[in-house]
């Protein structure tokens, strides 16, 4: 089975402080992704990476970085937390586009409080 | 652009009410559809997908059929239970670009014993 495992269920976090999450997946997918998701707003994409060190802003990359430095494994850095970004954060992976019907593989999700 | 349109909910059925979740996209050319499942406190798991007109994507008691002309994906499910309880979110692919998926808003369903 396609595993993708994100590092941590619930994190609390301060202002202003710099969180890591983490995201990695076992079945060689060159695409990952990284959502949020709000009540009554869906899944929001902030980045997108189709290979390693490549990236892509989404639709809300502002106060997010991301970082893939192996194919398996990628990473959404905040750089200062605000209460603002307070929110579920799901991972996913998927294979490269060209092979139609290929859908994402999502990780359990990361509630993060910031406080 | 493209995008996804799904019912509001929440959704409140009885035990073995038949469903129906309400999806319509817009997109250029012919994008692979999915509907995925939230269980509470969980990820997104994949329901069911079609990749072109007219395909018709079931797993579980759950269907949806690709229709282009009404561009639509409606779910349906003959008789709920209590375990259905979910937030059911459609989404698409377009084909070509970089292959990001593209989700509606989620449509909450509770059903009653």
């Known amino acids: 089975d396609v595993k993708v495992t994100q590092s941590s269920r619930y994190l609390v976090k301060r202002t202003g402080e710099k969180v890591f999450l983490e995201c990695v997946q076992d079945m060689d997918h060159e695409n990952m992704f990284w959502y949020r998701q709000d009540p009554g707003l869906g899944l929001r994409l902030i980045y997108f990476s189709y290979d390693v060190k490549m990236k892509e802003k989404g639709d809300i990359p502002e106060g997010y970085s991301v970082s893939r430095e192996k194919k398996e494994r990628f990473s959404l850095i905040l750089e200062s937390a605000s209460t603002n970004q307070t929110s579920m954060y799901l991972c996913?992976?998927?294979?490269?586009?060209?092979?139609?019907?290929?859908?994402?593989?999502f990780g359990q999700g990361t509630r993060l409080t910031v406080v | 652009g493209n995008s996804v349109t799904q019912m509001e909910g929440p959704v409140t059925l009885s035990e073995e009410a038949f469903l129906t979740i309400n999806c319509t996209y817009t997109?250029?050319?012919?994008?692979?559809l999915f509907w995925y499942v939230q269980y509470p406190g969980e990820g997104l798991q994949l329901l069911l997908k079609a990749t072109k007109a007219d395909d018709k994507g079931s797993n579980k008691g759950f269907e949806a059929t690709y229709r282009k002309e009404t561009t639509s994906f409606h779910l349906e499910k003959g008789s709920v239970q209590v375990s259905d309880s979910a937030v059911y979110f459609c989404a698409l692919t377009p084909i070509g670009g970089t292959y990001k998926y593209i989700f509606g808003t989620g449509t909450r369903l509770k059903v009653l014993a």
């Open positions: 997109a250029t050319g012919y994008p692979s």
């Open positions: 996913a992976s998927s294979w490269r586009g060209g092979r139609r019907g290929t859908e994402a593989f």
